[in-house]
């Protein structure tokens, strides 16, 4: 599982010109059950997204297609961790991590 920290490369004024295609990046990535969560930091300029258990390799290519990349607008640092704990909303993930 993975912590995808994204930061802004630009000031967000820059960034929001450009926020309506990452949106619907985001929306597919949800869609392919790759993405768990995601949201604005609330104390940096930047967001957090959440990630299934995957390849590093195959996040990476992923984050990559990202609008606000490909625009040298944000770019992402990634957090591995393997939850030994969820909450009962995310066993199903926790359990993906098992097998």
């Known amino acids: 599982m993975y912590i995808a920290m994204q930061k802004y490369l ?3 004024i820059e960034v929001d010109y450009s926020l309506a295609e990452h949106m619907v990046w985001l929306r597919r990535q949800f ?3 790759i993405f768990v969560a ?3 930091c609330t104390t940096d300029s930047g967001r957090v ?3 299934r258990p995957l390849d590093q390799a ?3 290519a992923i984050l990559a297609t ?3 990349v490909l625009r040298h607008l944000a770019r992402y640092e990634l ?3 393997s939850p030994t704990r969820t909450a009962n909303d995310l066993l199903g993930i926790n359990e993906a991590i098992a097998s």
Do not use: Q, S
């Open 38 to 40: 995601a949201g604005k």
């Open 79 to 81: 957090v591995e961790f």
């Open 10 to 12: 630009e000031p967000e």
């Open 58 to 60: 195959k996040l990476r």
């Open 66 to 68: 990202d609008p606000l």
């Open 49 to 51: 997204i959440l990630v």
């Open 31 to 33: 869609e392919r059950g």
